[in-house]
């Protein structure tokens, strides 16, 4: 809770630390009476006719192109006329800022790099602006206001970014567990499924082994079932099945038995000697 007022009082402080510094760093006034166009530049700034300040200002440079004070009011000019406007007021007070120009002029420059990248959000190269500013101004309190404020935003900055970052580490590794768990998850569905269509082929294999037994049971069931038709074929075939044939049977064993006696009779009957036949 302390910290969230400290952050909002350090905000506030500093809207109001930007416009002490807005109207410190009011345009460079060593040439008001010794040239023209400077002199109407820096009329036209203070009506915030912002344009015209800009357009004499330009003028200014063209004839004094050895005098980087008409940069930094050029810049200054640049930066209040409109946002698309701040990376132009960024050069022209970079050129102010060069080595050659006088102290104050350097200082007033580096002040205002440090307000515009402070608009940027680019923190650490406002800092490193206002510092530069106080090596040439020691004394300027609204300059170490600046650069106390900044500093605050710089560290609310980085707490924020460690915070996003934490966030997104935390996310990047609760992304890559529910990668695992997917992968996991499929693995153990791969792993079912292959289980079940080793099961199947299982079943199936021991299904066709089942059908091969049961068609060689059959087989041997039906081979056996042959064996006995034939069997009991040959049987009837050996044994009379009725009466009738039994009589012929009887009656053909008769007759072969009469026709064996008639024909040993007769052998006999062609062995006796011809002289010992008696006469009846």
Same mark, same amino acid.
């Given at each position: ?6 952050r909002l ?9 930007v416009?002490?510094?807005g ?13 023209g ?5 820096n009329e036209?700034?203070?009506q ?9 200002y ?7 192109p050895?005098r980087?004070?008409?940069h930094?009011n050029?810049?200054?000019a ?24 006088e ?8 002040s205002?790099?440090?307000n515009?990248?402070?608009r ?17 101004s ?8 600046n650069l ?5 935003k710089?560290?609310?900055?980085e707490?924020q970014?460690?915070?996003?970052? /934490? %966030?997104?580490? $935390?996310? *990047? !590794? +609760?992304?890559?567990? #529910?990668?695992?768990?997917?992968? =996991? &998850? @499929?693995?153990q569905?791969?792993?079912q ?13 021991q299904k ?5 037994? /049961? %068609?060689e049971? $059959?087989? *041997? !069931? +039906?081979d056996k079932? #042959?064996q006995k038709d034939?069997q =009991? &074929? @040959?049987?009837q ?9 039994v ?8 007759e ?12 006999r ?12």
């Amino acid at each position: 809770m302390r910290t969230s007022i400290a952050r909002l009082y350090f905000s506030l402080l500093f809207s109001v630390a930007v416009l002490l510094i807005g109207e410190a760093a009011c345009a460079f006034e060593l040439f008001r009476s010794r040239n023209g166009d400077v002199a109407d530049g820096n009329e036209y700034l203070a009506q915030k006719k912002y344009a015209d300040a800009l357009e004499s200002y330009d003028d200014a440079a063209r004839s004094l192109p050895g005098r980087n004070e008409v940069h930094l009011n050029r810049g200054l000019a640049l930066m209040r006329m409109a946002a698309d406007k701040l990376d132009q007021a960024m050069q022209a007070l970079k050129l102010a800022s060069e080595a050659g120009s006088e102290d104050l002029v350097r200082a007033r420059a580096f002040s205002n790099l440090g307000n515009a990248f402070f608009r940027k959000e680019d923190y650490k190269a406002a800092i490193e602006n206002y510092k530069r500013s106080l090596l040439l101004s020691p004394g300027n309190r609204d300059v170490a206001w600046n650069l106390e404020v900044a500093s605050q935003k710089q560290k609310e900055k980085e707490e924020q970014e460690k915070e996003e970052q /934490d %966030q997104q580490n $935390q996310q *990047d !590794k +609760q992304d890559k567990q #529910d990668q695992q768990d997917q992968q =996991d &998850q @499929q693995d153990q569905q791969d792993q079912q499924d292959q289980k079940d269509k080793q099961d199947k082929k299982d079943q199936e294999d021991q299904k066709d082994k089942q059908d091969k037994k /049961d %068609q060689e049971d $059959q087989k *041997d !069931k +039906q081979d056996k079932k #042959d064996q006995k038709d034939k069997q =009991d &074929q @040959q049987k009837q075939q050996q044994q009379p099945k009725t009466r009738q044939e039994v009589e012929q049977l009887l009656d053909t064993l008769d007759e072969n038995q009469e026709n064996l006696i008639k024909n040993q009779a007769r052998q006999r009957g062609a062995m006796v000697p011809v002289g010992k036949m008696k006469d009846w």
